[in-house]
Nanobody, 127 residues
Framework: VQLVESGGGSVQAGGSLRLSCVASGATYSSRCMGWFRQAPGKGREGVAAVYAGGDSTYYADSVKGRFTISQDNAKNTVYLQMNSLNPQDSAMYYC??????????????????????WGQGTQVTVS
């Protein structure tokens, strides 16, 4: 699975961005798709996840109510709508995909080891 992210950029605090992740090279559905972020000097943090082709979504407490993960199955694309951004949201954002059949759950979606495929990342800077 190849993953290509886009949509990052620089915004002021309180602003919004929408990240996109296009998956190719394999069947999109029936796998866990996640967004992670990593700030300089920090570990990779799970932000949100969705089960490709399904309805289940998961969020980190730090982004609940501000970020929304969604998907367009016809376009093999996962989105992350980010509202009310603050400087603590500044990081490189990565899209990740699990192997087909990988099921998201509330206790596993945020574990980087669940995902075997990663994009190159897109930078988000909030000032």
């Amino acid at each position: 699975v190849q993953l290509v992210e886009s949509g990052g950029g620089s915004v002021q605090a309180g602003g919004s961005l929408r990240l996109s992740c296009v998956a190719s090279g394999a069947t999109y559905s029936s796998r866990c798709m996640g967004w992670f972020r990593q700030a300089p000097g920090k570990g990779r943090e799970g932000v949100a996840a969705v089960y490709a082709g399904g309805d289940s979504t998961y969020y980190a407490d730090s982004v609940k109510g501000r970020f929304t993960i969604s998907q367009d199955n016809a376009k093999n694309t996962v989105y992350l709508q980010m509202n009310s951004l603050n400087p603590q949201d500044s990081a490189m954002y990565y899209c990740a995909a699990g192997a087909r059949g990988t099921i998201c759950s509330g206790s596993t979606w945020f574990w980087p080891g669940l995902y075997g495929y990663w994009g190159q990342g897109t930078q988000v800077t909030v000032s």
